[in-house]
């Protein structure tokens, strides 16, 4: 009986915004915790809750990019499951008309185009943030009432790589579009994943098991693959019976999921129309004036990549997975830089050093002007690719100008024909053994004499004139 895995995912992003969703305090992320808290947040009574513009425009602008069904009026509702970690006890969020229903965003898995049903999209006041010790629990309200875009599919993913391209998707369109910065390491983006198992040929989902709040990318991949293993097991053993409707949450530190809590029938939350904010409509004028506003979003710009610039399809992928890394790329070609060079640069040299040293290229001291300048080193010949690779990490450690460094280190490549002609002669003469080798069928002394010759101008040589005169020298 072979077995297919169910699921469907709930993902929240905090959106990025001058102030919170409902109050004027600060929607900034801040490690000094309740330092941007509001009296709305802490709901005083008799205060009332302010509205947001801005984070229903770009709701709307979310919508749009995923095709959604947009509704004639903007309202919210009133969630009455009891929140301990929001003042007022409920969350203000969207329910009889999320801003988007009905939609799909086509993702690229493994090379082959996925079509992901988008069930409803809304907009919500995010909880604070709780931290729990043996005998006590701190609270942090910098988080209440953070906006929150909540993003829903169908149950139509099939594995953890599609899931995985899903959020990662998902999260490269929140920076394109600024309406979130979708950063991890801030928590600015949380899931809840809900697996199931289905008898192949079946048209009868299995049991749905809910893990919650499940907190960065990869930590969804495992939670999927270790419900998959978990329930598979159950099942083929024959205790279906086993898996049973219920809320886990996943362990980070044994890399299992764990029962939360029995969840045999769905929560009441007893939702009714918020009292206190009136509903807004939205007519057509303001939907086309937000749709004119969406950038190039990450799967254009990658058709933009291979069509007009002549980049391959696996090399696009890799550059627009990051917009800050596709910023970059584009800076390059904006200041004159070699296509294809640039490309190369980026992603071997430059994607490896900020990985390899955890920052941001925002962070990098090299600019693109400043790459463009040790790239343009190369393409004069005035240096090797080797010493451009050099001067590209001193100029990185030492933050010192490549034009300034290139001087001081006697960097320039050796370009004199009659130069490297004499040189190449000397050594030849002084290795008639290895010549005569070499005529007679050796030929991997060639590349011998050309380390001789890069040895003796420490690397300075051009190699492909190196190599030319040799080669003519050597069938004389």
Known sequence: MALIPVIGLEMHAEM??????????????????????????????????????????????????????????????????????????????????????????????NGEEKKVEILDIHLEEDSASLDHYSYYSLIDYNRAGVPLLETVTAPCLHS????????????????????????????????????????????????????KNVNNIQNVA??????????????????????????????????????????ADAIDYKYFVEPNIPPYKINEELIETI???????????????????????IDANILVKDKDISDYFDELIRLGSDIKMS?????????????SNDVSIKELYLTPDKLKFI????????????????LFLMSLELKREPSELIGELGMEQLNDMDEIKSL??????????????????????????????????SGKANPVLVR???????SE
């Open 16 to 109: 990025k915004s001058t102030t919170k969703v409902f109050s004027p305090a600060e929607n900034t992320y801040n490690d000094i915790s309740n330092l941007h808290v509001n009296k709305i947040d802490m709901a005083f009574p008799g205060i009332l809750p302010l509205v947001n513009f801005e984070c229903m425009n770009k709701a709307i602008e979310m919508a749009l990019i995923l095709n959604c069904k947009i509704p004639e009026m903007f309202m919210f509702d009133r969630k009455n499951y009891y929140y301990p970690d929001l003042p007022k006890g409920y969350q203000i969020t969207q329910f009889t008309k999320p801003i988007g229903t009905n939609g799909y965003l086509n993702i690229d898995v």
């Open 160 to 211: 953890a790589s599609e899931a995985v391209a899903f959020l990662d998707t998902m999260k490269n369109i929140f920076r394109y579009t600024g309406i979130s910065d979708a950063d991890i390491k801030c928590g600015q983006i949380r899931c809840d994943v809900n697996v199931s198992m289905m008898e192949e040929g079946s048209s009868e989902f299995g049991t749905k098991v809910e893990v």
């Open 222 to 263: 495992n939670t999927i693959e270790y419900e998959i293993k978990r329930q598979t097991e159950l099942i083929e053993s024959g205790r279906k019976d086993e898996i049973v409707q219920e809320t886990r949450r996943y362990d980070e530190s044994t890399n299992t999921t764990i029962t939360m809590r029995s969840k």
């Open 291 to 313: 749709r004119k506003q969406i950038p190039v979003l990450p799967n254009q710009k990658k058709l933009n990549y291979i069509n007009k610039l002549g980049i391959n399809s």
């Open 343 to 355: 490309s190369n640069w980026v992603i071997n040299q430059i994607m490896d050093y900020i990985n």
């Open 375 to 390: 790239m343009d080193q190369v393409l004069l010949d005035k240096i090797s690719n080797k010493q451009a690779k050099e």
């Open 424 to 457: 190449i002669i000397n050594i030849l003469d002084n290795n008639p053994k290895q010549v005569e080798e070499y005529k007679n069928g050796k030929t991997n002394m060639f590349q011998y004499f050309v380390g001789q010759v890069m040895k003796q101008t």
């Open 468 to 474: 030319e005169i040799l080669t003519a020298l050597l």
